[in-house]
């Protein structure tokens, strides 16, 4: 495996729910503070890698959560109910694994329901809610389930590594945005750019963008990048009028998302963007995105307005666990990042 893919090795098995991600965090410090001048966390827990330089400025960010759950409940019997962070397709969540890191140590748990065979012919039709879910760790009391230090509030992540496929494909957890983080770290590692970088790793980013909007208004940057995954549409359920994206045929790069309602990206940053693939020999593909949207959308509407672009690796199955992605396109990817950072000053 390549070294961008060891780096999204490491970081789709970390654990980093939305608002607790520290443990990424930690491992995104240990890679990019060696080709950094200085490393910090703002107020939001937002991850600051600051490559010194001239000007223009470019901000280039990734998020580090991934979606989870978080305990609301623990009955008598130890079982625990809880309520998602970010956006889960219910069905997704049925009969995983899941992890809680606790201050006594990991703890596992299985996410369970009423068996089929109690089910009435009317409920057997219809999907399994969230709210008829619950997590079983194996405790017989709540008194069990609170001292293996787990408790109301606290989160869990599904319990997946990441595993190789055919065709130097891969397949784990959190690929939404362990992805655009690997992208970032290799980006910076590799660039020879002159201008300042700030390499960021947000937090908060699938329970509304929420960390890119406070880091964006402290760094002010000239220009950014957001780095994310996207919805190709080469396999079945969905056509190419959905989506024309493939994997394997390059990094996608965002002209709009949410059909207008998240970010419109300027021609100058697509001119950037587009040339700088052109010149070197990078494929890339261009995605016009009727849903969904990245921390573009905030970075774009801080303080007057910051030109941004989005950089995304395809990737199936999103917000599950076991979303797919094309190594090519993560080399791809950080190919066109390190060779954008050289090119900005032409263009800003």
């Not at 994997?247 to 021609?267: F, L, N, W």
Request: hydrophobic letters at 40%; proline letters at 4%; charged letters at 25%.
């Amino acid at each position: 495996m390549s070294r961008v893919g060891e780096l999204l090795e490491k970081l789709s098995n970390a654990v980093g729910i939305s608002g607790r991600e520290e443990e990424v965090a930690e491992l995104v410090k240990a890679e990019l503070q060696p080709f950094v001048d200085e490393m910090r966390k703002d107020a939001m827990g937002n991850l600051i890698g600051v490559k010194r330089g001239s000007e223009p400025s470019c901000m280039v960010a990734a998020h580090m959560d991934e979606i989870g759950l978080m305990v609301k409940h623990i009955d008598e019997k130890g079982f625990l109910r809880f309520v998602p962070l970010g956006g889960w397709f219910d069905q997704t969540l049925l009969n995983e694994r899941v992890v809680f890191r606790t201050k006594k140590g990991s703890v596992y748990g299985v996410i369970g329901s009423k068996p089929p065979h109690l089910l009435e012919e009317e409920e057997r039709k219809k999907p399994v809610k969230v709210e008829n879910m619950f997590i079983d760790v194996g405790a017989r009391s709540e008194a069990e389930v609170r001292e293996a230090g787990i408790g109301v509030g606290s989160v869990a992540a599904l319990d997946r590594q990441l595993r190789p496929l055919i065709g130097g494909r891969v397949t784990g957890k959190a690929f939404d945005n362990r992805a655009g983080l690997a992208v970032m770290i290799e980006a910076v590692r590799s660039t020879r750019t002159q201008s300042t970088v700030y390499a960021v790793g947000t937090v908060q980013e699938e329970v509304g963008l929420k960390g890119a909007k406070t880091s964006a208004f402290g760094l002010e940057p000239s220009v950014a990048i957001a780095l994310d995954v996207s919805l190709p549409g080469d396999y079945p359920g969905i056509e190419k009028k959905d989506s024309a994206l493939e994997m394997g045929k390059g990094p996608s790069i965002t002209v709009t998302d949410a059909s207008g309602r998240g970010i419109i990206v300027s021609e100058r940053v697509l001119r950037w963007l587009t040339e700088t693939a052109e010149a070197h020999g990078i494929p890339y593909q261009l995605d016009v995105a009727r849903g969904g949207t990245t921390d573009a959308t905030a970075i774009s509407l801080t303080k007057a307005g910051i030109p941004t672009g989005v950089i995304s690796v395809p990737t199936r199955y999103l917000h599950s666990g076991v979303e797919t992605l094309d190594l090519s396109d993560l080399e791809n990817a950080s190919k066109l990042v390190a060779r954008a950072l050289e090119a900005v000053k032409d263009y800003f």
